[in-house]
């Protein structure tokens, strides 16, 4: 008798305890996929930071984003092939260079482009490719030392922007548009969209608008705006690409700026209910 009870009380603990696993893998599950809303949408192999950084030596690593949010931040030792038209072409001339497993990237947990990557090569016959979803932003705070900011190679955290820093000056549409409203000629607006990109202009004609890559004419704007103390009111096509313009305001010493949240489209959508208003 005292044997069978002994049988019972383990087949009850062997159940409790694959129960208990089934229920902690599917919180796990349930976990991965608020984390990363867009892995079980794509079939691709995935990287998790410490495994990407125990490879990071032994694989091409490649970075999906454009040259403007590359030359900012950066895996050190990464390559940039943007996600464009002759992005399969430049993977093949990489692959046919060697062998090793490609690992591509983007900017974080809500950005598609990695797992676009790799399933875009992956159906063009390339194999041995993995996504790292978590993006270069946890990279960078994790692995500060294997990250390249602005050509500096050896960074510290304490070198980055922090999601606080940011969102401190980012303004939703209303009072984005109010506050342009207020500062009337002590404001400057900054449409800095890709000339593809553009439509039509937040504040009308009297914006300013100079593409990310025009160097010459934003470093006359930003002087101007700190020599007569104007507020830079700034937007892009999307809300993306302000984050990475924010370390180049940095370097310039310009403090007092605004981001329009969501950029033009999200303005357009919120003030006159419109997807996009027109233009690419």
Known sequence: MSTIKHVIRFIRWAVVS????VAAAQGAIEKSTAE???RSQYDVNILETAEFAAQLNAVSVVDVRSKYEYDTLHVKGAINIPLDKN???????????NARPIVFYCN????????EAAALVINAGIRNVYAYDAGILAWA???????????KALIKISDLISEQEFTSHVLAPRPFAALYEQ?????????????????????GLGEERIPLDDLARMDALIEVAKKYHKTLLIY??????IRWFQYYLREKGLRDYHFLKGGSDGYFKETLGLKEFGGK
């Open 18 to 21: 694959l129960l208990l696993g």
């Open 36 to 38: 990363f809303p867009y």
């Open 87 to 97: 992005f399969i072409d430049n993977v093949r001339k990489l692959r046919s260079g």
């Open 108 to 115: 974080g947990k809500t950005c598609r482009k990695s797992y």
């Open 141 to 151: 705070e994790v692995r500060p030392e294997s990250t390249v900011l602005r050509g």
């Open 183 to 203: 500062l009337g000629n002590k404001a400057v607006s900054l449409d800095i969209r890709d000339r593809v990109q553009r439509d039509n202009p937040v504040f």
């Open 236 to 241: 892009d096509k999307a809300g993306h690409q």
